[in-house]
């Protein structure tokens, strides 16, 4: 999702130098991440020590594998033909940068992969995600200015403040909602309750027809416009039927009481053999993000806490501790590392749209609206407040649209795999191109995780994860749901935010879902 650029601000510099506080798990030699059949105190032994863990047990899936296969998921999703959804293509060996993408029926992208196209990888959905279709596009020039220019647009991921459906700073790739006051009350609400009623071809696109003064809850300042972008935003496409299923959760134990960001589905196919860059005369635009014997989604991290299962085909997710992260060579320069592992950038060329971010996720300016429309001063003045609004950064210089998202590293990936090669010569120079250009990485504690169909990981904002799709014998597709979460910054299980900001934001989207159950 996306949002216009912010008001015109005074652009302000800052010289001081990168602060790193995290304060969770490290990658130390020889640490492995745990596997774990059993939820007993999950939070406070991985939620609340940043510390990534695999989840393994059919008792503890949220879904039904067989329900997202290859060849059941068209008809079971029952996603509208009519209903175009952005596919990303492959540019330099992999995925995730979003940089080329194209735009087909969720049936169409299916078979692409069921052939093994390899070149197609169904990821997260844009606002603009049935604006313009490839298929019917004959000057694919055109096209792709389109999409490179909503790219640039969409470099801040998608969160939601409390007036409305709020960018939250991007790197969307593999990965790979209180009684009282008319508001929502969370204790009662159920993620299963019936959405029978909801159909999804009665959303609107383009909310032409909505009155903003026709509130769904007028409390909350709900628009039905606001509404219905909030269940697109959560249920990203082609997932928005989902909402129909009762037994589907919305939030998923033991992450009960996180607040869900989005769910998304990822889709795509791997070659058991593929095109291979010159390794003996290495440079960053040949090596791309190529890796041997699958797909990559190229080295990044989240903003947000990520439940990821996979459905079909095996994954490998490298990983790199956020107490590295000033030495992972990132796109954008890192302002900040908070304690529980979220990254902020400074607003500079390499994250020209990157808008200021507290620990929880929550933009600083949007937060500061929140805390004045609720007149509480008592944090800050309600004059600094007003000052972190008006003096939010802004970049306005020269563009560089060749840019990856800030959260990706600069780092080819196949850097993380040396030990995979098997000439001699290849090591050597890649080795040699690693010292000279990203000296350090190769000293960096790293460990890796596979996972198999019906395997979940679960990853703390903030990790550094390089993740490889591989095919299987039987099928070249690899199929992934994931859960996204704001980052907690509480100290506890039962109160994971230190306050209000995301609950009562959170309390507008369980509304909205109430709205389109009873349309």
């Known amino acids: 999702m996306k949002r216009a650029a912010s008001p015109s601000a005074r652009k302000v510099k800052s010289t001081r130098t990168p602060l790193n506080q995290y304060a969770g798990t490290e990658v130390g030699q020889d640490w492995e991440v745990d596997a774990i059949e ?19 047990g059919e008792t503890n899936l949220p879904i039904d594998l067989d329900r997202f296969r290859l060849d059941n998921i068209v008809d079971r999703l ?3 033909e009519e209903k175009k959804l952005q596919v990303e293509r492959k540019v330099g060996f992999g995925f995730g940068s979003g940089k080329s993408r194209e735009l087909m029926s969720f049936a169409e992208v299916v078979e692409k992969f069921r052939k093994g196209d390899d070149s ?5 959905q844009y606002a603009e995600h049935d604006v313009v279709d490839a298929s019917n596009t004959s000057d694919t020039e055109e096209l792709q200015e389109t999409y490179e220019t909503e790219d640039k647009e969409n470099e801040a991921e998608v969160a939601k403040d409390s007036e409305a459906e709020e960018s939250k700073n991007e790197e969307s790739t593999d990965g790979e909602h209180d009684g009282g006051n008319g508001q929502v009350d969370f204790a009662n609400f159920s993620d299963t309750s019936s959405l029978a009623s909801f159909d999804v071809n009665d959303l609107h696109d383009d909310f032409d027809d909505v009155d903003s003064e026709n509130y769904v809850d007028e409390k909350l300042k709900l628009t039905t416009e ?15 039927e989902l909402c129909n299923d009762t037994s589907f959760p919305i939030t998923p134990k033991p992450f ?8 998304n589905l990822w889709m795509g196919s791997s070659s058991q053999s593929s095109p291979k860059p010159d390794l003996l005369h290495p440079t960053k635009e040949s090596l791309g993000k190529w890796v041997p014997n699958g797909n990559s989604s190229g080295l990044h991290h989240d903003h947000a806490d990520n439940l990821y299962v996979l459905v079909e085909g095996r994954k490998r997710f490298t990983l790199y501790s956020p107490k590295d992260a000033l030495n992972i060579f990132t796109v954008g320069d890192i302002d900040k590392v908070y304690a529980n592992g979220l990254i902020d950038y400074k607003v500079n060329k390499n994250a020209r749209l990157w808008r200021k971010m507290r620990d929880d996720g929550a933009l600083v300016a949007e937060h500061a609206a929140w805390l004045l429309e609720n007149e509480d001063f008592s944090t800050y003045s309600q ?4 000052d972190l609004i008006e003096n939010e ?37 890649l080795t040699k191109y690693a010292n000279e250009h990203y000296p350090g990485f190769l000293n960096l504690n790293k460990t890796q995780v596979w996972l198999e169909p019906g395997d979940m990981l679960y990853l703390p904002c903030g990790w550094f994860h390089e993740v490889t799709s591989f095919a299987n014998e039987d099928s070249p597709a690899h199929i992934a749901m994931n859960w996204w979460f704001m980052p907690p910054n509480g100290s506890k299980a039962s109160k994971p935010y230190k306050d209000d900001y995301w609950k009562h934001d959170y309390s507008k989207t369980l509304a909205s879902i109430e709205y389109v159950r009873t349309k």
Not at 256 to 263: A, N, R
Not at 383 to 386: H, R, S, W, Y
Not at 398 to 424: N, R
């Open 38 to 56: 059993t939820l007993d105190h999950f939070y406070e032994r991985y939620i609340e020590t940043r510390t990534p863990v695999k989840l393994i």
């Open 78 to 80: 029952a996603y509208p």
């Open 120 to 124: 197609y990888y169904l990821t997260t």
């Open 226 to 240: 606001e509404a219905e972008e909030r269940v697109l935003s959560l249920f990203q496409p082609p997932l928005t």
């Open 256 to 263: 009960d009481t996180l607040i869900p960001q989005q769910i």
């Open 383 to 386: 004059q600094e407040l007003e």
């Open 393 to 429: 950064e802004e970049y306005t210089g020269e563009i560089d649209d060749s840019l990856d998202p800030p959260s990706f590293s600069s780092v080819p990936p196949v850097l993380a795999h040396l030990d995979e090669l098997t000439d001699d010569a290849e090591v050597e120079s």
